[in-house]
């Protein structure tokens, strides 16, 4: 219900062996150059995605999560403080995502598979792929943060996106800051100090309306309770 956080543990992501990547013209970071929609199938093997002559090695995310926003409706496309559309690389097997629930239900939705993707996803598209996920729920009650939480093996990220990218970067460091603060008992100034020495500042992705940044911080430093609030 509204106020709780849907917590979804990505137990398992499986990708067709077939997916696909493209260019549109006038899209993406270098949009201004002079360039064709094209489109390309990528054959999947042996735990690679074939390109051309190179072969990577799968990191098979999900391009899109999350539950209903608060207010008004928002397209499935959008990145935002309900989740949505990050297209964030590390949304993968055996990682964890705390999602504020904002309706009764929380109506999660997830799809837009990607077989592998790096951070910026510069071109507009990743290998997008059919495939099929596997998710396990439980829900934290009354307590939920502001923006999704993402944990790692070794790290906890706040998500964030903003039609300014430099926005979306300043909203994650503040929120870094702020649980080192509650974690350690630090003033502000200590916190950001140490968010020099300790937080990395990572990209989702740059060529959607609403570009994506995540604060990155060593599990060791906070934990999912110095992020959320009552």
């Given at each position: 219900?509204?106020?709780?956080?849907?917590?979804?543990?990505?137990?398992?992501?499986?990708?067709?062996d077939k997916g696909?990547?493209?260019?549109?013209?006038?899209?993406?970071?270098?949009?201004?150059?002079?360039?064709?929609?094209?489109?390309?199938?990528?054959?999947?093997?042996?735990?690679?995605?074939?390109?051309?002559?190179?072969?990577?090695?799968?990191?098979?995310?999900?391009?899109?999560?999350?539950?209903?926003?608060?207010?008004?409706?928002?397209?499935?496309?959008?990145?935002?403080?309900?989740?949505?559309?990050?297209?964030?690389?590390?949304?993968?097997?055996?990682?964890?995502?705390?999602?504020?629930?904002?309706?009764?239900?929380?109506?999660?939705?997830a799809g837009d598979?990607?077989?592998?993707?790096?951070?910026?996803?510069?071109?507009?598209?990743?290998?997008?792929?059919?495939?099929?996920?596997?998710?396990?729920?439980?829900?934290?009650?009354?307590?939920?943060?502001?923006?999704?939480?993402?944990?790692?093996?070794?790290?906890?990220?706040?998500?964030?996106?903003?039609?300014?990218?430099?926005?979306?970067?300043?909203?994650?460091?503040?929120?870094?800051?702020?649980?080192?603060?509650?974690?350690?008992?630090?003033?502000?100034?200590?916190?950001?100090?140490?968010?020099?020495?300790?937080?990395?500042?990572?990209?989702?992705?740059?060529?959607?309306?609403?570009?994506?940044?995540?604060?990155?911080?060593?599990?060791?430093?906070?934990?999912?309770?110095?992020?959320?609030?009552?």
């Amino acid at each position: 219900m509204e106020g709780d956080t849907l917590v979804a543990s990505i137990v398992d992501i499986e990708v067709a062996d077939k997916g696909v990547i493209l260019t549109i013209s006038g899209s993406g970071v270098l949009a201004d150059k002079q360039f064709k929609s094209q489109t390309k199938i990528v054959n999947i093997r042996h735990g690679f995605a074939e390109f051309k002559n190179v072969r990577l090695k799968l990191q098979p995310a999900i391009g899109t999560i999350g539950v209903a926003p608060y207010g008004e409706p928002l397209q499935t496309t959008v990145a935002y403080k309900h989740g949505g559309n990050f297209d964030c690389a590390e949304i993968n097997k055996g990682s964890t995502l705390y999602l504020p629930v904002a309706t009764d239900g929380a109506l999660l939705a997830a799809g837009d598979l990607h077989a592998i993707q790096e951070d910026g996803e510069l071109g507009v598209a990743a290998v997008e792929v059919a495939g099929r996920i596997l998710l396990k729920f439980d829900i934290i009650k009354g307590k939920q943060a502001e923006w999704p939480i993402l944990e790692t093996r070794d790290h906890i990220s706040i998500l964030t996106a903003d039609e300014s990218l430099d926005k979306a970067v300043r909203i994650a460091a503040e929120k870094a800051v702020e649980a080192i603060m509650n974690s350690n008992r630090w003033s502000f100034e200590e916190a950001y100090m140490f968010s020099s020495l300790a937080v990395k500042v990572a990209i989702n992705q740059v060529v959607d309306p609403k570009k994506g940044a995540r604060a990155k911080i060593p599990r060791e430093y906070v934990t999912i309770d110095d992020l959320l609030s009552s």
